[in-house]
């Protein structure tokens, strides 16, 4: 090798004594280290006299592998970028999460197809702002109360119309920003797979065929099946959200017909952690996580003022009810006869019960009457309606709201990650058969509630409000919301089975 380029060779002369041919060979290799170890510049140029050489180092720098650069440049940034990476290895020892890097077809195809609203479902503009939706603007002329109102959304940039089905987009976008995310999927305690579940079956879930509702599920297993990574673990440590209610993904995998999808039944995702809004309660495979709500704080003061704005302010109303009546199908004479009871019993108690009809309020795309209400009432009815869960709990308890449950199944069993067990320490418990034959009037048992029983209720709302809010993605805060609740409850429950299996081995 020649530090020299296109410089002549060094050679003997017969007009120099021999041991000069070897002094310039010890020039020579010493300029070689030189140019290496990066002491170029001071020692090349004075001592002895080299020309510059630009040092091609392999190694790892901010870019992967340094390009063109003397060795006084590169030292420096190899210090630096190694001390970072040493930093991220101890932070990030046991956090460490693989993203799959699905095709387009699994989940961003769906948000760029995703034009007109499939039947009954208003959603193709809720999938702005990473599943936030959009922003949400108060007519404070048609407001009732809208000096007051408008003062306590604030601040009006975190609060938008949020669907319930849209946190797939939400996750996914939390992944990306996720600091301890890896290449490496051995290095993984979690694998999560963003595919849009929940936005593919909406999309097709009353004008398509049961064939073309299962078709993305079937293309999916057939993708993950030529990763070596999920063929190695067979599923092991995966996370797939769902982001509607799980029944509706538990058709017959070769049913013809039938309501939803066959996601949930498919043999090859039985390793496989779902996560949804809601679960079925027997399962062990599967977690239900918080619906989410209008409120999406992205500083760490935003929610400390919120807690204070909802302890502060006053409800002149017992309980409120927001909802519809339901169809008298059979499999929906106890929720018909419920939801009928609890209308009646609120309509004969005006001075007492407040009642929004969302059959003539467009509750899901006004989500600032919603939490107007709740704000104004000490509790909120909460009957189960299609299914045992409801997106009103969540936007009753964000407002500080009590809620009534008829049904164990409607929270109790649902989110032990993020609502407390004692489910009596915040909410109140009523039989649903007793309401439905009359023996319970709601409004009676309600206002014999002792107050400082009701101070207890609300303190502990207030407590855990952020484990049900999802904060603005690319927020920094120090308080943990929902979704770090989650992702964290999974890293330990698959951590926990690597020692277990450690154990066991």
Request: proline share 5%; glycine share 6%.
């Amino acid at each position: 090798m020649s530090t020299t380029g296109d410089h002549q060779r060094i050679s003997k002369s017969p007009h120099q004594p021999a041991g000069w041919t070897v002094s310039g060979l010890v020039v020579v290799v010493m300029c070689v280290f030189v140019g290496v170890y990066g002491l170029v510049g001071l020692l090349q140029d004075v001592v002895f006299q080299c020309p510059r050489s630009s040092v091609r180092v392999f190694g790892p720098t901010s870019g992967g592998f340094a390009g063109n650069m003397t060795g006084q440049q590169l030292m420096p940034k190899e210090t630096i970028t190694t001390s970072q990476e040493d930093t991220r290895e101890i932070s990030c020892a046991g956090k460490y999460v693989y993203l799959y890097d699905l095709p387009p077809a699994f989940n961003q195809k769906f948000v760029d197809d995703c034009r007109v609203d499939p039947p009954w479902v208003h959603i193709c503009g809720a999938l702005t702002n990473n599943g936030l939706g959009e922003p949400l603007v108060i007519d404070l002329v048609s407001s009732n109360d809208s000096s007051s109102f408008s003062n306590i959304l604030l601040p009006r940039d975190a609060w938008y119309k949020t669907h319930q089905f849209t946190l797939d987009l939400y996750y996914h976008q939390r992944l990306k920003e996720y600091p301890c995310l890896t290449h490496d999927p051995d290095k993984a305690v979690l694998s999560y797979i963003p595919f849009y579940s929940a936005l593919d079956l909406t999309l097709k879930l009353y004008n398509k065929s049961s064939l073309e509702k299962d078709r993305a599920s079937q293309r999916l297993i057939g993708w993950l099946q030529s990763s070596r990574h999920w063929l190695r673990t067979g599923g092991h440590n995966h996370v797939l959200l769902f982001g509607r209610i799980i029944w509706d993904y538990t058709k017959g995998e070769f049913a013809a017909d039938g309501w939803g999808n066959s996601l949930s039944k498919l043999t090859e995702l039985q390793n496989v952690t779902k996560i949804s809004i809601e679960r079925a309660y027997y399962s062990q495979d599967q977690r239900a996580v918080p619906y989410p709500t209008s409120f999406h704080p992205y500083s760490d003061d935003q929610i400390v003022a919120w807690q204070r704005a909802v302890l502060s302010t006053r409800r002149d109303v017992l309980v409120v009810f927001a909802g519809a009546p339901r169809s008298k199908a059979p499999d929906m004479i106890l929720v018909s006869s419920v939801r009928r009871q609890l209308m009646t019993q609120c309509s004969n108690s005006p001075r007492y019960c407040s009642l929004l009809s969302c059959n003539v309020v467009d509750c899901e795309r006004s989500p600032h009457l919603l939490t107007q209400a709740f704000l104004k009432s000490v509790f909120c009815l909460q009957p189960r309606g299609d299914s045992a869960t409801r997106k009103g709990v969540f936007d009753c308890l964000i407002a500080g709201s009590i809620p009534v449950f008829f049904s164990k199944y409607t929270a109790y069993r649902q989110y032990m990650w993020h609502l407390p067990h004692n489910g009596s320490s915040y909410s109140v418990f009523l039989d649903a058969k007793a309401v439905s034959n009359g023996t319970v009037n709601v409004i009676r048992e309600l206002k014999r509630i002792p107050l400082s029983t009701i101070a207890s209720m609300q303190q502990t709302i207030n407590g855990f409000l952020p484990n049900i809010l999802y904060s603005k993605p690319g927020s920094n805060l120090k308080t943990r919301d929902a979704f770090n609740i989650t992702l964290q409850n999974l890293l330990d429950t698959f951590r926990q089975r690597q020692v277990d299996q450690q154990t066991r081995g």
